[in-house]
Nanobody, 120 residues
Framework: QVQLVESGGGLVQPGGSLRLSCAAS????????MGWYRQAPGKQRELVAR???????NYVDSVKGRFTISRDNAKNTVYLQMDSLKPEDTAVYYC??????????????WGRGTQVTVSS
């Protein structure tokens, strides 16, 4: 079994910062890409940021220059540093990872999500 557990969400004022963490655990051989998605009420889930196993990153245009994704391969953990937060960043943020398990299966796993609310 593989689990992704997110932490770090909460309520923050516009212009503030939050740092999300997502730790993968279980029977893991390799973790390929890891990423963060978000879903606001009434909207589709969208990719926010993604980092590959070699450290290459990509971001949705709306967060470029404000969010930074990073990963610690030794801890099987991905982070999302969110600065200069705006009300439109309010959403449930989901961790996502493409993982090869100990049984050599490759599949995408999702966390349960963490709420980020940006409001004064």
């Amino acid at each position: 079994q593989v689990q992704l557990v997110e932490s770090g969400g909460g309520l923050v004022q516009p212009g503030g910062s939050l740092r999300l963490s997502c730790a993968a655990s279980g029977s893991i051989l390799s973790i390929y890409a890891m990423g963060w998605y978000r879903q606001a009420p009434g909207k589709q889930r969208e990719l926010v940021a993604r980092v590959t196993s070699d450290g290459s990153t990509n971001y949705v245009d709306s967060v470029k220059g404000r969010f930074t994704i990073s990963r610690d391969n030794a801890k099987n953990t991905v982070y999302l540093q969110m600065d200069s937060l705006k009300p439109e960043d309010t959403a449930v943020y989901y961790c996502n990872a493409l993982i090869q398990t100990a049984t050599f299966l490759e599949r995408t796993y999702w966390g349960r999500g963490t709420q980020v609310t940006v409001s004064s």
